[in-house]
């Protein structure tokens, strides 16, 4: 079948283009660029009742998926430590090498940075093993004399 020359439609008028859309539709648009045939408005446009309803519907189902990742760390974090394996960050001394700290200082042969030093650790990993020494010392202190004053009834 012959092939049938249609006048409108082969050559464009001078007021109008052809034009093809994203998905491939060919349309007719005025002198602004735009086609008869786009309803709503452009996607990628906040301001436009269609770009804030696709906004929306993207940001419920990202805030859905931040939820589903947030409910599984949980759980996951559950049964790890149900299991006993949620422990944390290690400590950088063992506790001889803190008693062994604590000597150090209080021995006065070093100072603070020198201790640092030489176990490998910051200065306040070293204020905070003293601090929590200090702390034992004064509990252990604090149960005796409580110990005490409860014979002397």
């Not at 994203?22 to 005025?30: C, E, I, N, Q, V």
Request: glycine share 10%; hydrophobic share 35%; aromatic share 4%.
């Amino acid at each position: 079948m012959p092939c049938r020359r249609r006048p409108g439609r082969d050559e464009a008028r001078p007021s109008r283009q052809v034009v093809a859309r994203r998905d491939g539709h060919r349309g007719r648009a005025d002198k602004e660029g735009r086609s008869p045939e786009s309803r709503g408005g452009a996607v990628d446009d906040p301001t436009d009742p269609v770009g804030r309803l696709l906004f929306n519907v993207f940001g419920m189902v990202a805030e859905f998926e931040a939820d589903l990742i947030r409910t599984r760390t949980r759980e996951g974090m559950a049964i790890a430590k149900a299991a006993g394996k949620l422990r944390g960050r290690k400590p950088k001394l063992t506790p001889s090498q803190e008693k062994h700290l604590v000597q150090l200082h209080r021995s006065g042969a070093h100072t603070t940075s020198e201790i640092a030093e030489i176990f490998g650790v910051a200065r306040s990993t070293v204020y905070r093993a003293l601090q929590c020494a200090q702390q034992a010392q004064s509990g252990l202190l604090g149960i005796r004399m409580s110990f005490v004053s409860t014979l002397k009834r």
